[in-house]
């Protein structure tokens, strides 16, 4: 498409999803669960078709010279689409927030006054390429009662199209428009400079991508916008910690999957156990072949004779490693004195998404939710929790790292506003 086509395209898709967005504010909660059922038994009769689109969005990726985490996340799995059926269906089981009436309270004039819940209208969502975002995308929109207008990355069009084609059919079997959830269909660049730039159309923007990708549009959108960065997560291990636990515990949080956001990218531990702990996590780093990144103190202790298995890797952590989001194999490693440290160094250096701590300590486990400035804070739990499915939120939209709106996964109620409403019953202002 050229320049004129790319603008008539995203003014055309503004304009049906400003329209759609008001039929889907007043859809009742049966119907717009039936499209998410509908869209749920759609995935789960997927055929051919889409695992051949993905397969094709795959081979152009690794023939590009796409990067590994990258082209991971473009598979779309049984075990993905198991995950998108849940959230679909999990979604379909929950209450409808909409039209929910909070903090009624009566004035001394008689007034009663109170907020309701209602959809924000029209959401942009700019994404990288995870397709099976545009499904969790999509079924938030539903249950939330907006519309959405979804640009996937062009590394993922194919498997985007088949998948925004079964939504588009799940709600015309219910009765909703089409046009609630819409799909750009070009991988002009163009498109994103239009779409985070039509306030008259769209009501916020969600990012969810690179940190070039986000800064770009936090810097360039004309509306308001939830984001996140990066995902610099830690896990520290306290003194006294049950350090099976906390092996357990870190593996996961680190080796589960290296590419999401939610991923552990640093490795904190208290000196009283680190020379115990080290070897044993270290250990099952050299066996997965992850690089440990170490400052002075865990370097001393991981490189002493017998410590580590041959080939293991340990090297001079740098300054930049304590903020770097890895994204791969990688891990930093620094021994803290205590609880005072460790929560000095995540609220420095980490990029507030999601931070956890493995401890039996009651008191320190209470000073770490309350003092460490993250999304998501955890105790004796991986940060790989820390996901909208997860958390029972049916699917997530993204993880805020921002603390105005919406906060951590965003599902449901992050997609919602709350507006004023006062009932009276002829009061009048004196």
């Known amino acids: 498409m050229n320049a004129f086509n790319v603008d008539e395209h995203m003014q055309a898709l503004g304009a049906q999803a400003r329209q759609a967005a008001a039929r889907m504010a007043r859809a009742d909660a049966a119907t717009k669960n039936a499209a998410l059922k509908a869209l749920a038994r759609r995935l789960g009769d997927a055929g051919p078709e889409l695992a051949e689109a993905n397969a094709r969005d795959v081979e152009r990726a690794q023939a590009a010279g796409l990067a590994a985490p990258m082209v991971d996340r473009l598979r779309l799995s049984s075990k993905v689409i198991d995950t998108l059926i849940q959230g679909c269906l999990q979604l379909a089981a929950m209450p409808d927030v909409i039209g929910e009436i909070i903090g009624m309270r009566q004035q001394p004039t008689g007034i009663r006054v109170g907020q309701m819940r209602v959809p924000i209208g029209v959401f942009g969502m700019i994404y990288e390429s995870r397709p099976n975002v545009t499904i969790e995308a999509a079924s938030l929109a539903i249950k939330s009662g907006n519309a959405a207008i979804l640009r996937g990355g062009s590394e993922a069009i194919e498997s985007n199209r088949a998948l925004a084609q079964m939504v588009a059919d799940a709600l015309a079997e219910a009765g909703l428009p089409p046009e609630a959830v819409q799909l750009v269909q070009t991988t002009d660049r163009e498109a994103v400079g239009r779409l985070i730039a039509m306030p008259q159309y769209v009501d916020v923007i969600i990012p969810r991508g690179g940190k070039g990708l986000i800064e770009r549009i936090s810097r360039d959108a004309k509306v308001p916008v939830i984001k996140h960065l990066d ?60 690089e440990m990144r170490c400052d002075e103190a865990a370097s001393a202790i991981l490189r002493a004779p017998g410590a580590l298995p041959e080939g293991a890797s340990v090297v001079p952590a740098q300054e930049s490693d304590w903020f770097e989001e890895y994204l791969a194999a990688v891990i930093s490693i620094k021994v803290v004195e205590g609880v005072d440290e460790a929560i000095a160094h995540i609220n420095h250096y980490s990029s507030h998404h999601t931070d956890a701590i493995v401890t039996r300590d009651h008191m320190h486990a209470q000073r770490f939710l309350r003092e460490v400035d993250s999304a998501s804070v955890m105790v004796n739990a991986s940060t790989r929790f820390a996901d909208g499915f997860e958390f029972g939120l049916g699917a997530e939209i993204g993880i805020s790292t921002d603390k105005f709106h919406a906060r951590g996964p965003v599902g449901i109620e992050g997609l919602t506003s709350l507006k004023y409403v006062v009932l009276g019953n002829g009061e009048l202002r004196r």
């Open 231 to 290: 995902g610099n997560c830690h896990v520290f291990v306290d003194a006294g910690a049950d350090l099976d636990m906390a092996q357990a515990i870190v593996d996961n949080a680190k080796t589960q999957k290296y590419s999401p956001c939610n991923a552990a990218e640093g490795l904190l531990v208290a000196r009283s156990v680190a020379a115990e702990f080290l070897p044993k996590i270290g250990a099952v780093f050299a066996a997965k072949g992850v």
